[in-house]
T-cell receptor, first 110, second 113 residues
Framework: GQSLEQPSEVTAVEGAIVQINCTYQ??????LSWYQQHDGGAPTFLSY????GLEETGRFSSFLSRSDSYGYLLLQELQMKDSASYFC???????????FGKGTKLSVKP | DAGVIQSPRHEVTEMGQEVTLRCKPI?????LFWYRQTMMRGLELLIY????????DSGMPEDRFSAKMPNASFSTLKIQPSEPRDSAVYFC???????????FGPGTRLLVL
C-alpha cells in the first residue's frame, strides 16, 4: 500500500519555530511537496524537494531524506496567518501525480 | 492572470441527480488534475489529463464518476447518479510541464441530500 504519515495537529506560539514531519511509504517516489490550506480555501504550493537536503524559501524550509523516507517542513518566526493545514505530498509518478498526507492542522497562539 | 476557475462554487442536489462540475485550467498548462477532499479520506487524486488525454483514472471511485477534457481550456467531472457519500469538496488543479507547482482552483462544495 501507499501511505504518508504526519501529525494531525500542532500548536505553537507566535514568533516560535515549528517542525512538521512526514514519513512516507509509496511504490514510486520522485519528490516531496508541501502545500498549505487555510480553512475554506484551496491548497497552495509551498515547496518541493527532489534531492536530499534543505530547501529554504523565506520563513519556510523543507527537508528531505530519501534513505529514511522522511521529510519535514520548518516554519520560523510564526505569525497568526500561518494557522492553517499543511500537507505533505509525494510525487509518485513522472507526470506529477501526487499522493497527499492527511494534513497537519497548525494553530498559532498569541 | 486568472487562476484555475471552477464552477459552480457550491452545489446542493438530491440523491440520484446528475452533477456536473466544471474547470478551466490556467492558460498554457498541459496537466489537469481532479481531486476530492473529505475529512475522512483527505485529499484524493481522482483522475488527471495531459494535453487533454486522460492518463490515469484509477482514483475514480466508481463508474458513476466520469471526466472529460474536450479541449485545453475546459474539463468536466460528472457524477451520475449522485449519492450522499459523494458529498465533498472537489478541486481542479493544473500544472505546466517541467514545473512542480500545482495550482488549485477554489473548489466546488458538493452536498448530496
Amino acid at each position: 500500500g501507499q501511505s504518508l504519515e504526519q501529525p494531525s495537529e500542532v500548536t505553537a506560539v507566535e514568533g516560535a519555530i515549528v517542525q512538521i514531519n512526514c514519513t512516507y511509504q509509496t511504490s514510486g517516489f520522485y519528490g516531496l511537496s508541501w502545500y498549505q490550506q487555510h480553512d475554506g480555501g484551496a491548497p497552495t504550493f509551498l515547496s518541493y524537494n527532489a534531492l536530499d537536503g534543505l530547501e529554504e524559501t523565506g520563513r519556510f524550509s523543507s527537508f528531505l531524506s530519501r534513505s529514511d523516507s522522511y521529510g519535514y517542513l520548518l516554519l520560523q518566526e510564526l505569525q497568526m496567518k500561518d494557522s492553517a493545514s499543511y500537507f505533505c505530498a509525494v510525487k509518485s509518478g513522472s507526470q506529477g501525480n501526487l499522493i497527499f498526507g492527511k494534513g497537519t492542522k497548525l494553530s498559532v497562539k498569541p | 492572470d486568472a487562476g484555475v476557475i471552477q464552477s459552480p462554487r457550491h452545489e446542493v442536489t438530491e440523491m440520484g441527480q446528475e452533477v456536473t462540475l466544471r474547470c478551466k485550467p490556467i492558460s498554457g498548462h498541459d496537466y489537469l488534475f481532479w481531486y476530492r477532499q473529505t475529512m475522512m479520506r483527505g485529499l484524493e487524486l481522482l483522475i488527471y489529463f495531459n494535453n487533454n488525454v486522460p492518463i490515469d483514472d484509477s482514483g475514480m471511485p466508481e463508474d458513476r464518476f466520469s471526466a472529460k477534457m474536450p479541449n485545453a481550456s475546459f474539463s468536466t467531472l460528472k457524477i451520475q447518479p449522485s449519492e450522499p457519500r459523494d458529498s465533498a469538496v472537489y478541486f481542479c488543479a493544473s500544472r505546466v510541464w517541467g514545473k512542480e507547482t500545482q495550482y488549485f482552483g477554489p473548489g466546488t462544495r458538493l452536498l448530496v441530500l
